[in-house]
């Protein structure tokens, strides 16, 4: 079905059934050349009753036959030309903006939204080619800059390079505006490239809002760690004091405890905060994995035996090629899991930690393996979901910000790996996740993140 422009109205339509069907044109006249018809019958053939009447019958017929199909004909025409009336309103009452160009960059369609957000009359960009010069003109360079998104201040890529739909997040200052476009190709029947298609949605008041939610768990958590590591190291030096009764010791231990926890919940907000923003910060460098893993195994055992809990390390048969991390990132990843695997364990139960390189693939992939209490089969998609925690987990230890996974799953992305998990509820949980051994699978850069 070939697309076509409207000049008139500024919407897009359908050429399939062009121009408007008059009913009297395919009625009226078809009607009068059966009525000449039996006419030239009866006159030249001199026809007899009976011949008549079948010849009279035949034309009836017939009459009826292109009443039939001018009638079809007349109700698919007014189907499609009130389907049509439709479209064309709901394309001029479209909330996000909408503009159509072939490939030279020429404006083909610019609906009411695009004016506005522009601020650029239909009458003006219609039929223009747009170029990257146009970003040089007063009034056009927040227009050219969407058309042509290497212009921009800033790029996020939101969707992989060569698929479509593609899109991507663009920000801008004076004004600071935030855009998100998406680009579709505009093809013929035969798959031929005509042109593309945009709608951009002006982020600008929610993007703010977020920042301004971030900005203020920042601030509030920044002021927050300094007097809760004060207290914490109160705590710690009463809980030496060797004067203190056993009930006193138990409070102070307590507390101590519950100081711990709350400043390891700060620093999970204050992570999120700068993941969302994009600005966590990764400084790559090799990295012996099974090395690495040993001091972090090192680290956590104290915390397992106080859990009962046993730590076994399986490692590979053969040498692991290095791979780039950054290492104070990933140890957060290693806590965490480490962290909830002892956390959400039984009494004598085990924690495997395995590293294996995948054959085929530049990638390694990292297991943490739990005899825990699970993870329920309808919540185990939740699980690296920001402040989800499973119901099981929340009765079976009621503290728990819900944080960890969520940081777990944005530090491996950025890592260029992937991370997930399977479970049996009662029988145990195993975390995933890769790491490329191929540094090219590494983002390039830093991007905000969405949830």
């Keep these: 079905m070939a697309v076509f422009f409207d000049k008139k109205i500024g919407v897009l339509g359908s050429s399939e059934y062009g121009g408007e069907i008059k009913f009297y044109k395919f009625f009226l006249i078809p009607l009068l050349i059966l009525i000449i018809l039996g006419g030239i019958g009866f006159y030249f053939y001199k026809l007899d009753t009976q011949s008549a009447v079948t010849y009279g019958g035949i034309l009836a017929l017939v009459g009826l036959l292109v009443m039939f199909l001018v009638f079809r004909i007349f109700t698919l025409n007014y189907r499609i030309r009130t389907e049509n009336r439709e479209f064309k ?34 009458s003006e960009v219609l039929g223009r080619v747009i170029t990257p010069q146009d970003a040089g003109q007063i009034g056009w360079k927040l227009f050219t800059q969407v058309i042509f998104p290497t212009l921009a201040p800033t790029v996020i890529n939101r969707s992989k390079s060569g698929q479509y739909p593609q899109v991507i ?144 390390f399986d490692r590979p048969g053969e040498p692991l090629p290095e791979v780039m991390t950054n290492q104070d990132k990933l140890s957060v990843v290693f806590y965490n899991f480490l962290d909830n695997a002892i956390r959400y364990n039984v009494q004598n139960g085990e924690v495997v930690v395995k590293v294996e390189k995948l054959p085929d693939q530049p990638f390694i992939q990292v297991s943490i393996k739990d005899t825990g209490i699970g993870i329920p089969q309808i919540e185990l998609k939740k699980m690296f979901m920001k402040f989800f925690r499973a119901e099981n987990a929340i009765k079976f230890q009621t503290e728990g910000s819900g944080l960890g996974l969520y940081i777990n799953k944005n530090i491996v992305a950025a890592h260029g790996g992937k991370v997930w998990a399977e479970s049996e509820e009662n029988r145990g949980t195993t975390f995933f996740f890769t790491l490329p051994t191929d540094r090219s699978v590494i983002p390039v850069e830093e991007v905000a993140q969405e949830e």
Aim: proline share 3%; hydrophobic share 45%; charged share 25%.
């Design 89 to 122: 309103n709901i394309i001029l009452n479209f909330d996000d903006a909408l503009i159509v160009y072939d490939r030279e960059f020429r404006i083909l369609f610019f609906n009411p939204a695009a004016e506005r957000l522009f601020n650029i009359r239909v």
């Design 169 to 312: 997040d663009l920000s801008f200052d004076g004004p600071e505006v935030d855009f998100r476009v998406t680009t579709m190709p505009v093809t013929d029947e035969g798959g031929n490239l005509l042109g593309f298609m945009k709608t951009i949605s002006d982020r600008t008041r929610e993007q703010f809002l977020l920042r301004s939610k971030s900005e203020f768990v920042t601030v509030a958590s920044h002021q927050l760690r300094g007097p809760i590591t004060n207290v914490n190291w109160a705590l710690e030096s009463l809980s030496q004091d060797k004067n203190l009764d056993e009930n006193s010791k138990t409070l102070v231990q307590n507390a101590l405890v519950a100081g711990q926890l709350l400043l390891k919940i700060i620093e999970d907000l204050i992570n999120v905060a700068k993941i969302e923003e994009g600005r966590f910060g990764y400084t790559f460098e090799p990295t012996d994995l099974i090395d690495f893993i040993n001091k972090i195994l090192t680290n956590v055992l104290p915390q397992a035996k106080r859990a009962g809990i046993k730590i076994y």
